[in-house]
């Protein structure tokens, strides 16, 4: 029998002993799990950059997998700690959208709050509820408990308001904006595959902010070195990017910039 994976995203970073002190929680609770590390990097409190990463990871794990995802400026607060059972998948995370865009794309079969206190730290923290709650209950399921035996059913949930590209058809254009910067500074929009072929021809005009990019190419090195171009990245997105360079730092451009991809007359 294959051992439980659990994964886990956080903004608690490396330095500290959060994300560390979690593991050995979840550790003392289901001992087989193998833990992996998605990300502890996202920006401090910043629910949407936690839920776009979670989203592009989630579908390549093991079938069974179970994710902790804390990144939770409301902790303490009375905001509630959930599960979700999305059918291959369980996730544990506070409930201020961190899990909107799996929750978009894999709708979940069952909800719960986590209200049943045995499957918590015996004090829970106002500070830390990574350690004494969401982490306790992501090794629980990942010892083989029901996701119902954490709590009540959880109703409706808060879902964050995603930036979602829209198209013009009477001028075959498409607007979208910038969501995500990677460390490399490839800005990533959330114009998906899909969408952009609705608009793609032979010549495209293409603009970041106040830029115009020239060319799409299939991969960086098929740009001259340092210049920006637009491809698609491994989400099926489109992105600007820079050959051996950062987009961001050439362009001055980050989360938020308006993008649109235009059909020329």
């Known amino acids: 029998m294959a051992r439980p994976v659990i994964a886990l995203l956080t903004d608690f970073g490396t330095r ?8 050995g929680v979840a550790l003392a609770i289901c001992p087989d ?3 992996v590390d998605i990300t502890h990097d996202i920006p401090a409190h910043d629910v949407l950059s936690g839920a776009l990463e979670l989203a592009a990871a989630y579908k390549y794990f093991p079938t069974g997998t179970v994710f902790l995802a804390v990144v939770d400026p409301g902790v303490g607060s009375s905001r509630r700690g959930i599960a979700a059972d999305v059918g291959d998948y369980r996730l544990v995370a506070p409930d201020n959208g961190v ?3 799996v929750l978009d794309e894999s ?18 923290s106002r500070t830390f509820e990574g350690r004494d709650r969401f982490a306790p209950a ?60 609705k608009v793609a021809g032979a010549s495209l005009d293409i603009r970041v902010g106040p830029h115009a990019v020239s060319k799409v190419v299939t991969t960086y090195a098929d740009a001259p070195a340092g210049e920006v171009c637009a491809l698609f990245g491994s989400t099926d997105h489109l ?3 820079a050959n051996g360079a950062s987009a961001a730092s050439e362009l001055a451009l980050g989360r938020g910039a308006p993008v649109t991809v235009a059909r020329r007359a």
């Not at 709708?107 to 829970?124: I, M, N, Q, S």
Request: proline share 6%; net charge positive.
């Open 107 to 124: 709708p979940p079969r069952k909800v719960v709050e986590l209200t049943e206190r045995r499957y918590a730290r015996p004090t829970v």
């Open 138 to 197: 992501a090794a629980w399921l990942a010892k083989g408990i029901e996701l119902a035996a954490l709590g009540r059913p959880a109703g409706a949930l808060h879902r964050l308001d995603i930036p979602k590209p829209a198209i013009d058809r009477e001028h075959d254009a498409i607007t979208g904006e910038v969501v995500r910067v990677d460390r490399f500074g490839n800005l990533i929009t959330n114009i998906d595959r899909k969408t952009f072929e």
């Open 16 to 23: 500290d002993h959060y994300a560390g002190t979690m593991k």
């Open 239 to 241: 992105e600007l990017a």
């Open 99 to 101: 899990l909107t865009v």
């Open 33 to 35: 799990a193998t833990l």
